[in-house]
């Protein structure tokens, strides 16, 4: 694993290779081969342990709570290696429904972090008891993603926005929303 | 072209090969070599006259307009065959900035068309004068993609849902809105 990680730090998974792998770390090839079917398995456990899931303390601040699920997003997409290796990876998910799975599961405590931050919003009546939170989740990651991929890098003013459309119903403004000036 | 598009409805972006094309085009492989120096630009151009690019007619009527704007996002990338490949190469894009600058290119036009609908209901006041209709766009976008990349198909729901999140402020429910019984 720690050869895996080696190679993403360097070269990408682009150029992670199993050969260079099994070198580094002097065990078969083979060996390898049978434990990881595809590179993308490889890469996917390689990862798994370096994604950010600690909990997201919930503050019962609603505004809070949303804004720190937005950063949250954006710190895993957008920001760590995990999320590099994901761009670079994403298109082979289609062809690939085993790495897919497994980035999925890896994903999971990451996205259990957020529902529950969420969930307890909704529980308390600050969110809509029957609001689809799984949506509201991808609506989030999505547009972060998305904007990663066409290579503009998400913006402190991006969590404004997303967050003040959840909490304030407000649509998204070209220009920040004024503070009180008090 | 024709040989490109052959090849990416067949075996798919990761399939075509520059051999192929130029063995079934019957042109020399230095020449396609010359004129696309990647794969990605090469089905980055031959994909370029697939867009759907029609412009939208605006109605006038915010809901409509809006919803036209989301089932057109979910055909093109979810549903054209654009979009299939878009998928395939997507990762790529982040190492080549030259296909990307050339997918954003192809997108432009789409882009444009949506952006002419949803400029019109600015003007008129049925969206804020001031809304910041680029990250609108990537957030109708960003969840289609999203959606689709973890495999998930977009459903008729989601056109519902993320409809009602922009034209009533409505955040999305579990449940469709109940319609009126008149």
Redesign the interface.
């Known amino acids: 694993m720690e050869a895996t990680l080696e190679q993403l730090r360097t070269v990408?998974?682009?150029g992670l290779s199993i050969e260079e792998t099994a070198a580094r770390s002097r065990v078969d090839r083979s060996m390898i081969a049978r434990r990881w079917s595809t590179k993308a398995l490889l890469a996917a456990e390689a990862l798994a342990g370096q994604v950010e899931f600690r909990p997201i303390p919930a503050t019962g601040n609603l505004r809070t709570d949303v804004r720190r699920v937005v950063q949250r997003a954006i710190q895993v997409l957008a920001r760590s290696p995990f999320g590099?290796v994901l761009?670079?990876?994403?298109?082979?998910?289609?062809?690939d429904?085993e790495a897919?799975a497994q980035i999925?599961q890896m994903f999971g405590p990451a996205r259990a972090a957020h529902l529950d931050v969420l969930q307890a919003a909704a529980g308390n009546g600050r969110?809509?008891y029957?609001?689809?939170l799984m949506?509201?989740l991808?609506?989030i990651?999505?547009?972060?993603?998305?904007?990663r991929?066409?290579?503009r890098e998400p913006t402190p003013h991006?969590v404004d926005?997303l967050t003040d459309?959840?909490v304030d119903?407000?649509?998204?403004?070209?220009?920040p929303a004024q503070e009180p000036t008090t």
């Not at 761009?87 to 062809?95: G, I, K, W």
């Open positions: 990408g998974y682009r590099r761009v670079e990876m994403v298109s082979e998910l289609d062809a429904p897919r999925l969110l809509p029957d609001i689809d949506l509201l991808d609506i990651s999505g547009t972060v993603l998305y904007r991929l066409l290579g991006i926005q459309f959840i119903l407000r649509l998204p403004r070209a220009n």
